[in-house]
Each structure stands twice: as structure tokens, then as C-alpha cells.
């Protein structure tokens, strides 16, 4: 398959699988080294907001950093290059990862977790435009899908392999198992790789933009061509900001709660992360074939709309096997739409605008972890997780609805047919 595509399609591919394997090797393990290093007991004193969880404020944190440095950020895109800016990202992408491995207090940690927001941000805004400029039309859904689909799958090796990474470590550094000293090794590796997967960019050469117009637009006149027509923007807003709200109550939190209510070891943690993510790349691989059935918006609220009962199912599972099974249906479903979506809104979107668009999509999708991490991380200390399971699944049925209303339902515009994805949810 990966002969199918140009040179620096491969590249970018390579790089995309570096990047993903070096960030899910810690990923699942984030808020559990927080918890080792005492972050659940310890609160942040905020202007107006009083005190407040340090682990909720901590996962907050990337996503308010990640919007208010958006604009900046898409405009850098412009002048430095795709290319560039994927370089960036890789780089700033591995400093939350080295804030935890070798400075774990407070302000460090506030610091380097905040930087992987950008470093997002700048990802996010540079991959689909170079996928567009590395793809002809007829394999575009497919390269689309290809990216989605390896990040998922290389993120499934990736959990694989860092779920067996704190035992190892415990057993090479002498620590006890679970333990602050096991997960900081594990972070430290973990951003050796996110640093490599800048080496296959190097080789890149970015093809050039197919109309005129070069790589950006000003910004400023880009913001008026969307708000001319804020309705054709506005309404694949909907859905994605729909679902953050409810992913940020209860996503980042997934590993926590197989841990305290399943007892779940690392190791455990690392299988079944693994196995959802290869479930769901694989899942992507059927989307085209799905959507060519259905239709783009149809495929997204049907997968969507099955999707969010067994979310309901996942917090109500008795045994951890259950709950695994659950959580691997409910991954591949609510995820495996997501490049369809993103594909179709490049192709619509002008070239100097895709960076802008994209980021608008993505700034939705994560517009809910903005507080919702942190309001979580309250609702959890006197709670417990069943509140947020309910919560979630209400967020996902009304971005199910609002997709049928928008997209699918009888009367609803030709122009208008655009699926929402459910990326990282």
C-alpha cells in the first residue's frame, strides 16, 4: 500500500508513526504518574476560581494554551512552511514528556504540559494542508484514511509497549512497580522517540501549492471571507464542540478509572489501550467503503449514535474483561469516521485557508478540555466517575442529533453534506 504513494507522502507517514508510537508509550500513563507523584491531593489557588485540583489543572492546562496561542500559531504555518512547523511541533511535543521524566514539580510540570499544547496546534494545522499538497484526488480518502488509521494502529503498539515499560524500568532503577521513579523512565524514553520522529522531515521536500496563492493567506482577510458566510463555517462546528464537552469529562480519565475500579496493572492498561487503538485503525480502514454506502454525514451519525450506548455500557460493566470489550467496540465506533471528514472540509476549503479551517475543527474538538478536566477531576474527588459517564453520553447523543439535523435529515441542504468526526474521543 505505502508504494501507492509519492515520496513525500511516505515520508510524512513515517514520520507520522514515529511521533505516535513516542507519544502513546507514555499517554496512558499520564494522570497515573500524576497520582504516584501526589498531584491528586494537591491544589492550585486561581483568581476567581479558588482552589483547584492540580491534576485537573494540569490537563486543562495544553488545551487553554493551545487556543489562546492558535492565531499566532496559524500564521507562523505561513511563513516558516509545513514542513518546518511539523519540525516544530515534534520538538515542542517532547517537552511535556521530559517536564515529567526529569523535573516533576509543579511549576515545570505547569510549564511543559502547557507547551504541548502549541505543539498540537501546530500539528494539527500543518498535516491535512501537506497531506492535500502530497495526494492527487483519486487517493486522497485514502491517504487521509492510511494517516488516521497507522496513528491509531502505531498507537496501539505504542500502549502495547509502554504498558510493560514501568515494570521493566522498576526492575533495571531497583523502584517498586507503579511507583514515581517507574513512570518518569517510562516518559523519558517516551520523548527520545517523539525527538526522532523529526528525522524523516528532513528528507521532505513539500510539493508545491496546485493554484496560486502560495502557502497563507493574511489572516485577517481570511477571517472575513469565513465570517462573510459564518453559517457555512459555524455548522461543522456544532458537533465537535458538542463532543469535546463531553470527551474532556471523561477521556483523559479512562486509565484512572480502570485502575481504581478495575484494579487493572500496567500491563493490563497497556493491552487494552492497545487493543482499542488497533480496533479503531482498523475500523478507519472500513470508513471509505461505509461512507460510499451511506454517505459521508450518515456514516458519522450512525457509527456516533451506536457508539454511545456503549459508552453507558462501559460504566456500568462488572468485570474488567467486560469493560475492556466495551471500551474497544466503543473506541473503534465513536473514532473511526474522522478522516472522511477531514478530507472533505480540505477539499472544500481554498489552499492559503486550510490551515485556518482545520485549526477551527480542531480548536472545537478541543474547546471542552479547556475546564472540563479540571470540573472531572472535582465531580471524581466527591462523586466518583458515574455522573461523567452519564454526561458524556448526553454530549454525544446531541452531537449525534445535531449531525442528523445538519447533514442527514430531509430538507437539509446539498452544500451542507459534511460528516463531524469523533477524533481522539
Known amino acids: 500500500m505505502m ?17 505516535t508510537f513516542g507519544i502513546s508509550i507514555s499517554g496512558i500513563f499520564f494522570n497515573l504518574a500524576l497520582v504516584s507523584l501526589g498531584y491528586d491531593q494537591r491544589t492550585l489557588r486561581l483568581p476567581l476560581l479558588g482552589e483547584l485540583s492540580l491534576l485537573g489543572v494540569l490537563n486543562s492546562l495544553p488545551v487553554l494554551a493551545a487556543a489562546l496561542s492558535s492565531l499566532p500559531l496559524w500564521w507562523l504555518v505561513g511563513r516558516v512552511g509545513l514542513r518546518a512547523s511539523l519540525i516544530i511541533a515534534a520538538g515542542l511535543a517532547s517537552i511535556p514528556l521530559l517536564s515529567v521524566a526529569l523535573w516533576p514539580e509543579p511549576l515545570p510540570l505547569l510549564v511543559g504540559t502547557a507547551i504541548g499544547g502549541p505543539a498540537a496546534v501546530l500539528f494539527q494545522v500543518s498535516a491535512a494542508p501537506l497531506m492535500m499538497r502530497a495526494s492527487g484526488a483519486q487517493g486522497r480518502d485514502l491517504l487521509f484514511s492510511v494517516s488516521f488509521g497507522l496513528s491509531i494502529g502505531v498507537a496501539g503498539l505504542g500502549s ?8 521493566l524500568a522498576a526492575r533495571l532503577l531497583e523502584v517498586a512497580p507503579q511507583s514515581a521513579g517507574a513512570y518518569r523512565a517510562t516518559f523519558a524514553i517516551s520523548a527520545l522517540v517523539v525527538l526522532a520522529s523529526a528525522a524523516p522531515l ?132 465513536m473514532n473511526m469516521a474522522a478522516p472522511l471528514y477531514e478530507a472533505h472540509a480540505m477539499e472544500q476549503t481554498p489552499e492559503a485557508a486550510r490551515p485556518l479551517v482545520i485549526g477551527l475543527i ?41 449531525n442528523y439535523l445538519i447533514f442527514v435529515r430531509p430538507g437539509a441542504r446539498p452544500g451542507a453534506e459534511r460528516g463531524s468526526p469523533a477524533s481522539g474521543v
Open 160 to 167: 502495547l509497549v509502554g504498558g510493560l515499560m514501568p515494570g
Open 202 to 333: 528532513l528528507a521532505l521536500r513539500v510539493p508545491p501549492a496546485a493554484g496560486a496563492g502560495g502557502d497563507a493567506a493574511p489572516i485577517g482577510g481570511l477571517l472575513r471571507e469565513l465570517l462573510a458566510r459564518p453559517w457555512g463555517t459555524l455548522r461543522f462546528l456544532i458537533s465537535p464542540l458538542l463532543i469535546s464537552c463531553g470527551a474532556a469529562l471523561l477521556i483523559p480519565y479512562l486509565s484512572l478509572y480502570f485502575r481504581l475500579r478495575y484494579g487493572a496493572p500496567d500491563a493490563a492498561l497497556g493491552l487494552i489501550f492497545a487493543a482499542v487503538d488497533v480496533a479503531t485503525g482498523a475500523a478507519t480502514l472500513l470508513a471509505p467503503q461505509l461512507s460510499a454506502r451511506l454517505g459521508r454525514p450518515a456514516s458519522v451519525v450512525l457509527t456516533q449514535a451506536i457508539a454511545t450506548p456503549c459508552l453507558l455500557l462501559l460504566g456500568m460493566a462488572p468485570a474488567l474483561w467486560m469493560a475492556s470489550s466495551v471500551a474497544i467496540v466503543r473506541g473503534a465506533l
Open 362 to 402: 480542531s480548536g472545537a474538538y478541543s474547546a471542552g478540555y479547556i475546564i472540563g478536566p479540571t470540573v472531572s477531576a472535582e465531580v471524581q474527588r466527591s462523586y466518583g466517575f458515574a455522573p461523567l459517564f452519564a454526561a458524556t453520553a448526553a454530549c454525544y447523543c446531541l452531537a449525534a442529533l445535531a
Open 3 to 19: 508504494s501507492n504513494f509519492s515520496r513525500p507522502a511516505r515520508l510524512y507517514l513515517t514520520h507520522v508513526a514515529l511521533l
